[in-house]
């Protein structure tokens, strides 16, 4: 039959691969699949594929510049494409299967400037909990150290999720930007004043 799952460490230890081309039919990429394949500068994921999970650390540390995500991928875990050299992510819009990225999972993508994110997105943060049992929502680790990092968009449509100005923002339940969760570290500011109006609907500011 078809393979529709690549495992955990499949290709481990195999520094020599620079390319690989997914197969349509795969649906699940699992932990460490990829993981510290420093070599790895190309992935081709078909339009029309079947992907719906990327497992933790997936890609860690491989050699990928840029990378389509097809439309019926639903969850990014832990880390999967932290410590690579992003510069570009297109997550291709038109499917209805909520996404949810796991904490840290484009952290230190040091090259990476611009990330637009779908309409799909349903959760992006990473649940913490204190000393106190006090649990606290912590958005911020999501794209730890990415260090270029200039504008997180949300793309129209989104339920959840919104920006201003390339700064990642929370709706409430009747679609106001409630919250401003994430201002990436080289966020210039909108226009050439660099300023930017945060909205009254806003009650909070992390």
């Known amino acids: 039959g078809s393979v529709t799952e690549i495992g955990a460490y499949a ?31 190309t992935v081709n994921i078909p339009a029309d594929a079947q992907l719906t999970q990327v497992g933790m650390s997936a890609f860690y540390k491989t050699g990928i510049s840029q990378i389509t995500l097809n439309e019926g991928l639903t969850f990014i875990g832990e880390r999967a494409f932290a410590l690579t050299k992003l510069t570009t992510i297109t997550f291709t819009e038109g499917g209805t299967a909520s996404l949810k990225l796991n904490k840290e999972a484009f952290k230190s993508c040091s090259a990476l400037t611009t990330i637009p994110l779908p309409a799909r997105l349903d959760e992006a943060y990473e649940v913490m909990t204190t000393a106190g049992g006090l649990q606290l929502t912590n958005f911020s680790t999501l794209f730890a150290s990415c260090s270029a990092l200039k504008y997180v968009y949300v793309n129209d449509g989104c339920a959840k999720y919104d920006d201003i100005g390339g700064i990642f923002c929370e709706k409430d339940a009747t679609g106001n930007i409630a919250r401003v969760i994430f201002c990436p570290v080289k966020n210039p500011g909108a226009g050439t004043t660099k300023t930017v109006t945060i909205p009254y609907t806003v009650t909070k500011v992390d």
Request: net charge negative; hydrophobic share 45%; proline share 3%.
């Open 11 to 41: 290709f481990d230890f195999c520094y020599s691969l620079t390319e690989i081309t997914l197969p349509a039919n795969i649906s699940v990429i699992g932990d460490f699949t990829f993981s510290g394949l420093t070599g790895l500068a």
